[in-house]
Structures are given as C-alpha cells and as structure tokens.
Antibody, heavy 126, light 111 residues
Framework: QVQLVQSGAEVKKPGASVKVSCKAS????????MHWVRQAPGQGLEWMGW????????NYAQKFQGWVTMTRDTSISTAYMELSRLRSDDTAVYYC???????????????????WGQGTLVTVSS | QSVLTQPPSVSGAPGQRVTISCTGS?????????VHWYQQLPGTAPKLLIY???NRPSGVPDRFSGSKSGTSASLAISGLQAEDEADYYC???????????FGTGTKVTVL
C-alpha cells in the first residue's frame, strides 16, 4: 500500500531554515511527482510546489520562489522540502502529497493529490 | 487569499443532503480546469474524495458526488452521517498563478 511518512515536528527561530523529509513506499517513487502543501493553524491549504523525482525538476508556486527548495534522493525514495528565512507566519503543518495526473476533457494535463503524508508541524518562534 | 471561494460552513441533520459550492473564475474553473475535492477530518491529513469533477476513488462512498458548471463546482453529500463532520476543500489549477489552488474550505456540521 502507498505510504508517505514524514519527519517529526520542528521548532525553529526566525531567520533559520527547516528541511522536512517525506519517505515514500508502496509504489515506484520516480513514477509520480511529489507536491508540498502547507496549512497554517486554523487556516486552509496552500500549494507550495512540486518535484519530479525522476529528473529532479521543480516548479514552485510564485509566492515561494527563491525561498523554498525541493530535492529528492531516489536511492531511499525520499523527497525533501527546505524553507529558508523562516518567519513566525511560516508556522504551519507541512504535507507532502503524491500527484496523480491525466489529460482532462479540456485537454489540460492536470494533477490531483491521491496520497498524503501525515504532516510535519513546523513552529517558528523566538 | 484563495482564488476559489467556498462557504465557511454548512450543516444538516443526519440523513439529509448538503451541498458545498466552489466558485472560481475564468483563469481556473471557468478556463476548463478540472476540480478535485478533499475531506479533512479533525487533526488528520486531507484525503482525496472526488477527482476530475465527479469521479470517486475506490473506497469513497457513493453518498459523495461532484459536479462542475461554468466557473463553479459543487460537492454533494447525501444521507449525511456523523462521520462526515470534517472540513472540505476544492482544488483546481489557475493559469494566472501558474499553479494549483485550493478553496477556502467548508466546515460541515452534522446537527
């Protein structure tokens, strides 16, 4: 069965960086893009970007460009998300989510997120 | 500042039918991009509920159904059950943002 297991909770000071891992199992890691989504306390979901585990190519949401780095290690089927220059409003639960894709009826190549990690709470506080 | 708008909350008695709307614009739903729905139970990760506007993944009860028309989409829950109390989010793609977007989220309460 597909499983995404994330690293544990982190507490960071403002200005620091955090790196969250997401270990995949139960499927071919290089066959699906990995997306990252965050959720601030009591707030909604926010898409951050994706990484293609096969090529290492990335695509970041405009808001996070220059600020987030997504990488992967195919030898251990693990994706990483690193966020730098942390601020207090980066306090959130960070999720990895596997992206499944298809061509929709309008001809667009689209993604939805069929499996999610359990989430990693990152707290930014001085 | 999500580009997909949902009602903050909806409620219904057990057995009733409730619907959740997801309103977008010409750069996302109105442009023809498909809509997907997720259920988030308290304290847990989101779970895929509907993909491609109206398709249910294996294991999702047929009480859940989705539709899309114009710049909006809807999720319907029929035969409401206590276990359906959760937050629900729609998701699509936005060409202006060149990225994936989620709705503002709707809390479903079973009275």
């Amino acid at each position: 069965q597909v499983q995404l297991v994330q690293s544990g909770a982190e507490v960071k000071k403002p200005g620091a960086s955090v790196k969250v891992s997401c270990k995949a199992s139960g499927y071919t890691f290089t066959g699906y893009y990995m997306h990252w989504v965050r959720q601030a306390p009591g707030q909604g979901l926010e898409w951050m970007g994706w990484i293609n585990p096969n090529s290492g190519g990335t695509n970041y949401a405009q808001k996070f460009q220059g600020w987030v780095t997504m990488t992967r290690d195919t030898s251990i089927s693990t994706a990483y998300m690193e966020l730098s220059r942390l601020r207090s409003d980066d306090t959130a639960v960070y999720y990895c989510a596997r992206g499944d894709n298809y061509y929709d009826s309008s001809g667009y190549y689209t993604y939805y997120f069929d499996y999610w990690g359990q989430g990693t709470l990152v707290t930014v506080s001085s | 500042q999500s580009v997909l708008t949902q009602p903050p909350s909806v409620s219904g008695a057990p057995g009733q039918r409730v619907t959740i709307s997801c309103t977008g614009s010409s750069s996302n739903i109105g442009a023809g991009y498909d809509v997907h729905w997720y259920q988030q139970l308290p304290g847990t990760a989101p779970k895929l509920l509907i993909y491609g506007n109206s398709n249910r993944p294996s294991g999702v009860p047929d009480r859940f159904s989705g539709s899309k028309s114009g710049t909006s989409a809807s999720l319907a829950i029929s035969g409401l059950q206590a276990e359906d109390e959760a937050d629900y989010y729609c998701q699509s793609y936005d060409s202006s943002l060149s990225g994936y977007v989620f709705g503002t989220g709707t809390k479903v309460t079973v009275l």
